[in-house]
């Protein structure tokens, strides 16, 4: 159960919310019709993506994205029957709503959301070297203190070779 712990949900619940794709126009409400916020899921689909994710987070990325796009051909060809049999009125409001589902050329819906790349937020180091001035404010509610000696890692970058190297042969 470990893993579950990690995302915070059943596997139960991951399934019902994947089963619940084809039923809501939005990610929204498809979330909150589970308990849970969109933030939460995305956050779920981004780190199933990661190398060594959770095998919960990982499956439930494959499982819901691969739902999402079976929505998605689904309603194309629903909205491509309704286009060739002249129903522009229907069309129009499939259309509307695979835009506001699937935000057609934006990169904000929750097929962007998994993202290979590491949030700030996933780097607990990252975040206490340089906090933000929430978290400040957060740890100092905690009684979080730096030690007095504390310094933050600076990465230094190689030398470059000098141009004139007197070891290098011409």
Same mark, same amino acid.
């Given at each position: 159960? #470990?893993?579950?712990d990690?995302?915070?949900a059943t596997?139960?619940? %991951? #399934? ?10 939005t990610?929204?409400?498809?979330c ?8 939460t899921?995305?956050?779920?689909? &981004? &780190?199933?993506? *990661?190398?060594?994710a959770?095998?919960?987070?990982a ?8 739902a ?7 309603l ?9 049999q +002249? ?6 409001v %499939? ?8 935000? %057609? +050329? ?21 975040? %206490?070297s340089?906090?933000s ?11 979080? *203190?730096r ?7 600076? &990465? *230094?970058?190689? #030398? #470059? ?5 007197s070891?290098?042969?011409?």
């Amino acid at each position: 159960m #470990a893993e579950e712990d990690e995302c915070h949900a059943t596997t139960d619940e %991951l #399934a019902a919310l994947i089963r619940s794709v084809p039923l809501y126009p939005t990610l929204e409400t498809l979330c909150a019709s589970q308990g849970f916020s969109a933030d939460t899921v995305e956050n779920w689909l &981004r &780190r199933g993506r *990661q190398p060594g994710a959770p095998d919960i987070l990982a499956k439930f990325t494959e499982l819901f994205l691969k739902a999402e796009a079976r929505h998605a051909a689904d309603l194309y060809r629903d909205f491509h029957s309704m286009v060739l049999q +002249g129903d522009s009125r229907g069309a129009k409001v %499939l259309l509307d709503m695979i835009d506001r589902r699937w935000k %057609l +050329g934006a990169s904000s819906d929750a097929l962007m959301a998994v993202k290979r790349g590491k949030k700030r937020t996933d780097d607990l180091k990252a975040m %206490l070297s340089n906090p933000s001035p929430r978290l400040r404010a957060a740890l100092r509610e905690t009684g979080w *203190q730096r030690l007095p000696d504390w310094q933050p890692v600076v &990465r *230094q970058l190689p #030398a #470059a070779p000098e141009e004139n190297d007197s070891t290098t042969e011409h």
